[in-house]
């Protein structure tokens, strides 16, 4: 038996049949309701060699084999449909779920960056880790509940921020991680916030996900913007101090580097207060470069994160499922498998689209 899936294979997509997947024990193999298109699938196939090379230098691990078919797609809401052997069948067929992308299987497969026999959400079938499924309540639109795991990312980059509540944060790079972030802390009762994007269209939708001053990089700076809204209105308030700063008169400061581009995390330094945090969320591709001058007179701390903890990925689904956040006006396109080559197209302009999710 075969199904339909995108394949990429040395950089390039094509729609084809492969073999659909078979479940091990405490697997269920599933049929794909939905699943959302993420920056890092543009990554894999537009800088695959070099993902490649940075997860074999520092990790010593092959994410995937460039010159072999793999089926992209770990953004996820499915269908069970088979229980493998040694399942608990807590969640009857017919089940909708959510699911961390991962076999926990003796060598753990990270799906969407497998082969053909373990195939990410690119294809008509899966196979899911039972202990992992979370049911999907009937409120949940199954593309929205594939939003839980850029969601979790954000979640994620948000914790490693570890703000306070006088903390004033900037958000650098309003696409689909940076916009959860500032849904994230609109949540958490965290602001003003700051956000900033060249893209008018991403900038409204800061603004209507919680976002308290939006700017244009080109036309204004986000860090004078912050020390329009950190003004410390008492001593308490104030941010950690150092000799060379004593008396800065505002706020703590988290800034959340969310664009992944050569550079962003030097104009960082450079504009960003004394003593604040930098939350590096953004996955720059190529080499980078900054000034370590500029970290150590402000004494800024540098936190660098990734992805997120089980505990994240279902925190995550709650905030979506409970109403708690609201994300569904990231989602400006659908597409079938016949149309993901157009919505990565498509997604190389921010004008055009934010999250596109592909329905099998």
Same mark, same amino acid.
């Given at each position: 038996?075969?199904?339909?899936? @995108?394949?990429? %294979?040395?950089?390039?997509? =094509?729609?084809?049949?492969?073999?659909?997947? /078979?479940? $091990?024990?405490?697997?269920?193999?599933?049929?794909?309701?939905?699943?959302?298109?993420?920056?890092?699938?543009?990554?894999?196939?537009?800088?695959?060699?070099?993902?490649?090379?940075?997860?074999? +230098?520092?990790?010593?691990?092959?994410?995937?084999?460039?010159?072999?078919?793999?089926?992209?797609?770990?953004?996820?809401? &499915?269908? @069970?449909?088979?229980?493998?052997?040694?399942?608990?069948?807590?969640?009857?067929?017919?089940?909708?779920?959510?699911?961390?992308?991962?076999?926990?299987?003796?060598?753990?497969?990270?799906?969407?960056?497998?082969?053909? +026999?373990?195939? $990410?959400?690119? &294809?008509?079938?899966?196979?899911?880790?039972?202990?992992?499924?979370?049911?999907?309540?009937?409120?949940?639109?199954?593309?929205?509940?594939?939003?839980?795991?850029?969601?979790?990312?954000? !979640?994620?980059?948000?914790?490693?921020?570890?703000?306070?509540? %006088?903390?004033?944060?900037?958000?650098?790079?309003?696409?689909?991680?940076?916009?959860?972030?500032?849904?994230?802390?609109?949540?958490?009762?965290?602001?003003?916030?700051?956000?900033?994007?060249?893209?008018?269209?991403?900038? &409204?939708?800061?603004?209507?996900?919680?976002?308290?001053?939006?700017? +244009?990089?080109?036309?204004?700076?986000?860090? +004078?913007?912050?020390?329009?809204?950190?003004?410390?209105?008492?001593?308490?308030?104030?941010?950690?101090?150092?000799?060379?700063?004593?008396?800065?008169?505002?706020?703590?400061?988290?800034?959340?580097?969310?664009?992944?581009?050569?550079?962003?995390?030097? /104009?960082?330094? &450079?504009?960003?207060?004394?003593?604040?945090? @930098? @939350?590096?969320?953004?996955? #720059?591709?190529?080499?980078? =470069?900054?000034?370590?001058?500029?970290?150590?007179?402000?004494?800024?701390?540098?936190?660098? #994160?990734?992805?997120?903890?089980?505990?994240?990925?279902?925190?995550?689904?709650?905030?979506?499922?409970?109403?708690?956040?609201?994300?569904?006006? !990231?989602?400006?396109?659908?597409?079938?498998?016949? $149309?993901? /080559?157009?919505?990565?197209?498509?997604? $190389?302009?921010?004008? /055009?689209?934010?999250?596109?999710?592909?329905?099998?």
């Amino acid at each position: 038996m075969t199904m339909r899936a @995108v394949v990429m %294979q040395e950089g390039q997509l =094509s729609v084809g049949h492969v073999p659909i997947p /078979q479940p $091990g024990p405490k697997e269920v193999l599933v049929k794909t309701l939905a699943c959302g298109i993420c920056g890092s699938d543009l990554h894999c196939v537009k800088h695959g060699p070099h993902l490649l090379a940075a997860a074999r +230098d520092v990790t010593g691990v092959e994410l995937f084999d460039y010159h072999q078919p793999v089926v992209l797609g770990h953004e996820i809401c &499915a269908e @069970v449909l088979e229980h493998g052997a040694d399942c608990h069948r807590t969640l009857a067929t017919g089940s909708r779920v959510v699911c961390a992308p991962f076999l926990l299987r003796q060598q753990p497969i990270t799906l969407g960056f497998g082969g053909i +026999d373990t195939p $990410g959400g690119y &294809a008509e079938y899966m196979v899911l880790t039972e202990d992992l499924l979370i049911p999907v309540p009937d409120s949940v639109p199954s593309d929205v509940a594939t939003l839980t795991e850029p969601l979790a990312v954000a !979640l994620h980059a948000v914790n490693r921020g570890a703000l306070g509540t %006088q903390d004033v944060p900037i958000v650098i790079g309003c696409g689909p991680i940076g916009l959860a972030v500032i849904a994230v802390l609109r949540m958490r009762g965290i602001g003003p916030i700051i956000a900033a994007d060249f893209s008018p269209t991403r900038r &409204a939708m800061a603004k209507a996900l919680g976002a308290d001053v939006v700017v +244009d990089p080109r036309e204004t700076s986000p860090f +004078d913007s912050w020390k329009a809204m950190a003004a410390a209105a008492a001593p308490s308030d104030l941010g950690r101090q150092t000799a060379m700063f004593a008396g800065y008169p505002f706020r703590p400061s988290v800034v959340f580097e969310c664009v992944g581009s050569p550079g962003v995390i030097q /104009q960082i330094l &450079a504009g960003s207060a004394p003593c604040s945090k @930098v @939350v590096v969320a953004g996955l #720059c591709m190529e080499a980078d =470069s900054f000034k370590p001058t500029f970290a150590i007179m402000k004494e800024i701390d540098l936190a660098f #994160c990734i992805a997120f903890t089980p505990q994240e990925y279902a925190e995550a689904f709650s905030l979506l499922a409970t109403g708690r956040i609201h994300l569904g006006a !990231l989602i400006t396109g659908h597409v079938g498998i016949d $149309g993901v /080559q157009g919505a990565f197209d498509r997604l $190389g302009s921010p004008e /055009q689209d934010t999250k596109i999710i592909i329905v099998p």
